[in-house]
């Protein structure tokens, strides 16, 4: 499915400001892994999914989706691929524009026909089915415009968006991390929902430990621009917060730092 293979990736090189954000990652996920993601700041796990999804060029090493090395491909040419939804809830979806309006958008990503032919009553059925499955009340409110929504709801919606054509991997990089932490677990709830539905190959990255120990079927830590730990099944699901941050501990040396990071909730 999605096989990552020593990527190295070095910002600002031969400057003053130069930084080694990836050391050589190797990863390969299986059909339907559902992979949590933690690690102190600056570990590289946005990085690690930047690089998926094409936003910067790698220095070296090689990306495959399904066997298909996309390493080269620039960022639209991935889009096929790739469902993204990141942690600002402004950022996934058009404010200006209507909810189905967005979803027409998504649904038609990497094919030929914008919106200028207009939306179709099956599309818009299919839409107000998909919106239902959300249970936040979306489907009666397919023409209002995205900006009147919460967070939350827009967190979701973009998450719908993401996955409304079934995409190869899923990319969520701290997605609900700016929502409260009940709008938080609806979305998470959602999350794990579609996930399990599609069978969707997901790499989540989380600042909340508890998250990434219940959530998924693998677990890594990433530090310094590597994976230091990988743990899956029966293991991972036994862990508890403290053997991670131990793990953390023994892997690096140092004291796991996150400022995101939540231990209570
Ligand atoms: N566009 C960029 N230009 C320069 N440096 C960058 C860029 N993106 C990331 N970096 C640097 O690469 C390193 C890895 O950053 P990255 O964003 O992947 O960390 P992270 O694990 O997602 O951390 P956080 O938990 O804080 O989100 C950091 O030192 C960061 O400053
Ligand atoms: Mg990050």
Redesign the pocket.
């Known amino acids: 499915m999605l096989d990552i293979k020593n990527v190295k ?1 070095t ?2 090189i031969n400057t003053i ?1 130069e ?4 050391n050589g990652i190797n990863l390969h996920l299986n059909e339907g892994d559902f992979v949590t993601v933690i ?12 690089m998926i999804a094409g ?2 060029p790698i220095d070296s090493g090689k990306i495959e989706i399904d066997g298909v090395n996309i390493s080269r491909f620039p960022e639209y040419k991935r889009a096929k691929y790739i469902g993204r939804v990141f ?1 600002d809830p402004m950022m996934g979806t058009a404010a200006g524009m209507e909810i189905q309006e967005n979803m027409a958008l998504a649904y038609r990503r990497g094919k030929e026909r914008g919106l200028a032919w207009g939306i179709k009553q099956n599309e818009k059925s299919f839409y107000q089915e998909a919106l239902k499955k959300l249970g936040l009340g979306l489907e009666n409110r397919m023409t209002n415009k995205v900006g009147l929504l919460s967070g939350g709801q827009r967190q979701a919606l973009t998450l719908l968006m993401a996955t409304l054509q079934k995409p190869q991997i899923l990319l969520l ?2 997605h609900t991390a700016a929502l409260d932490p009940k709008t938080a677990k609806k979305v998470l709830e959602i999350t794990e929902e579609i996930v399990d539905e599609q069978n969707l190959t997901t790499l989540m ?1 989380t ?1 909340n430990m508890k998250d990434a120990i219940q959530i998924g079927n693998r677990l890594i830590m ?1 530090h310094e ?1 590597r994976i230091i730990f990988d743990i899956s099944g029966e293991e991972k699901k036994n862990l508890e917060v403290e053997d991670l941050l131990r793990k953390f501990e023994e892997a690096s040396g140092e004291e796991f730092s ?3 990071m939540i231990l209570a909730n």
């Open positions: 990736k910002f600002n400001n930084k080694k954000a990836l690690g102190g700041n600056g570990a590289g796990k946005s990085t690690t999914l930047n936003v910067y942690q990089d701290e990255i600042h990433m621009g996150n400022d995101r």
